[in-house]
């Protein structure tokens, strides 16, 4: 039996997606391939509201993170964690060499306004990252007030994983004044994995100019050149079938609505955290609570586990804690094309599962 899946990724797909999925192959070198991807960067242009130059690449958004701290760091890197996403930043300068400082918030915690302020006014650093939404904990990080902060130092360049929520959440990102924004296909772009997307700015680019060792696969310039003076084709071979669906399901977006599909994450993330007030617990700081995946303090007296194996029983899966936060606390995920007849049914079903559980104890 399919579970249906209320995990903070890979998502659901839709069938008609993942038929897109299925389409034959065409030479990737063509320009029926240029123009496929001229129209998937004009279409991710509006859905990630900016004119910067949209970049694909055939890995998880794990892979652009890399290349971002590779390509754009010249002196010292300030990252900023708010939970187990942080810190994979903060690995991926240290693995590859790069100096760097991390600024850790307490679980469930935002990066605060003054963190940034009294990191960047040391002088010390050239790039920072940021996590929009970490998925351990169920927080978004309030960028509008952040950008007050890190627009003070133009020189600086601004990196921002929000792998778990374009598409979701509302990130303008031109108006954030972000350089570097990279997210991935399967959260709440609504495909599968396999594909990872980035937003790159004429300012990163001239930095990555100056930046020696940026890597291959990953650099940025590279990338960017070929997006621009081939035009619109990549250095290797791309993921033909992703881009396919991609296409499709960038239509399907914009149809909706960027505003209506943020409206719509918000409605699906009230519900769940209604649900979490009267049932159990929000783990995270309640002013700044994402809008795709809500993190629950399970106060219900039984194993999650259990409560997983049940509700598997019934046809879905939720994720438990993350890290430190394991059997303690689990993870409703409400994302992509997930609906809000669907986020209530499979709560409805929740409550029995947990009811049936505590008449056996």
Avoid at 68 to 82: H, L, N, P, Y
Avoid at 137 to 150: D, F, K, Q, S
Avoid at 181 to 203: H, M, N, R, Y
Avoid at 230 to 240: F, G, R, V
Wanted: with cysteine; charged share 25%.
């Amino acid at each position: 039996m399919h579970k249906r899946l209320y995990i903070p990724g890979p998502v659901e797909v839709r069938p008609d997606v993942l038929e897109k999925m299925a389409t034959p192959m065409i030479g990737h070198r063509t320009k029926d391939a240029s123009a496929l991807q001229q129209g998937i960067s004009e279409k991710l242009q509006k859905v990630m509201q900016t004119k910067n130059t949209i970049v694909l690449s055939t890995s998880s958004g794990s892979g652009l993170m890399e290349g971002a701290v590779r390509s754009f760091t010249k002196t010292r890197a300030a990252v900023f964690s708010i939970g187990a996403f942080g810190k994979r930043w903060y690995k991926m300068c240290t693995s590859n060499g790069i100096e760097a400082d991390l600024f850790e918030s307490e679980l469930g915690q935002i990066t605060t306004p003054e963190m940034l302020e009294q990191a960047l006014s040391t002088g010390k650093y050239d790039l920072i990252t940021i996590t929009q939404n970490e998925t351990s904990t169920g927080i978004h990080n309030p960028m509008a007030r952040l950008a007050e902060v890190y627009k003070k130092y133009p020189d600086v360049i601004v990196c921002v994983d929000a792998v778990s929520s374009m598409g979701g959440d509302l990130i303008p990102v031109d108006e954030l004044g972000i350089d570097v924004c990279i997210t991935s296909s399967q959260k709440c772009l609504g495909l599968p994995p396999g594909l990872a997307i980035a937003s790159v700015s004429d300012k990163a680019i001239a930095k990555a100019e100056t930046v020696e060792n940026r890597g291959l696969y990953f650099d940025y310039l590279e990338l960017v050149k070929f997006v621009k003076e081939k035009p619109y084709q990549y250095p290797s071979t791309p993921s033909e079938s992703h881009m396919f669906a991609l296409d499709y399901q960038l239509d399907r977006i914009l149809e909706e609505g960027i505003e209506n599909r943020y409206k719509r994450h918000c409605e699906m993330a009230e519900i769940v955290r209604d649900w979490a007030r009267k049932n159990c617990e929000l783990y995270s700081d309640p002013d700044n609570l994402s809008v795709t995946v809500t993190c629950i303090t399970n106060t219900t007296g039984l194993a999650f586990s259990d409560i997983n194996k049940a509700m598997g029983e019934r046809g879905y899966l939720m994720s438990n804690g993350y890290g430190p936060l394991k059997d303690k606390t689990f993870r409703i995920a409400h994302m992509a094309d997930t609906t809000v007849d669907e986020i209530n049914q499979m709560l409805k079903d929740l409550d029995e599962v947990i009811a049936e559980l505590k008449a056996k104890a």
